[in-house]
Nanobody, 121 residues
């Protein structure tokens, strides 16, 4: 499934943004799914995941307590609510279908364009 991310932008430290992820070529999303982010010169890193029935969420330690992953009832849009933003949250954010492998959420399929988030101090 091709995915489209949106909602990124510029925020001040302490502010909030809500990212969205929608399917381009399918009527709905298929769980489990996750969010990842990447900054220049670094590998893409896991941010959050939502399991197959949308009842269990997992977060990277860096965002735990600040970010919330969710999906709407129709499974047409997945969200990442980002609160208490920090400059180190600055990155391009991507959504992906994921599988749990060796205890880690692993993305598969092609990446979308991502949505850039910039947090100023």
């Amino acid at each position: 499934v091709k995915l489209t991310e949106s909602g990124g932008g510029l925020a001040q430290a302490g502010g909030s943004l809500r990212l969205s992820c929608e399917p381009q070529d399918a009527p709905s999303l298929t769980l489990p799914m996750g969010w990842f982010r990447q900054t220049p010169g670094k590998e893409r890193e896991f941010v959050a995941a939502l399991n197959w029935n949308a009842e269990i969420t997992e977060y990277a330690d860096a965002v735990k307590g600040r970010f919330i992953i969710s999906i709407d009832n129709s499974k047409k849009t997945m969200y990442l609510q980002m609160n208490s933003l920090r400059p180190e949250d600055t990155a391009v954010y991507y959504c992906a279908e994921v599988l749990k492998r060796s205890g880690a959420w692993t993305p598969f399929g092609s990446w979308g364009q991502g949505t850039p988030v910039t947090v100023s101090s």
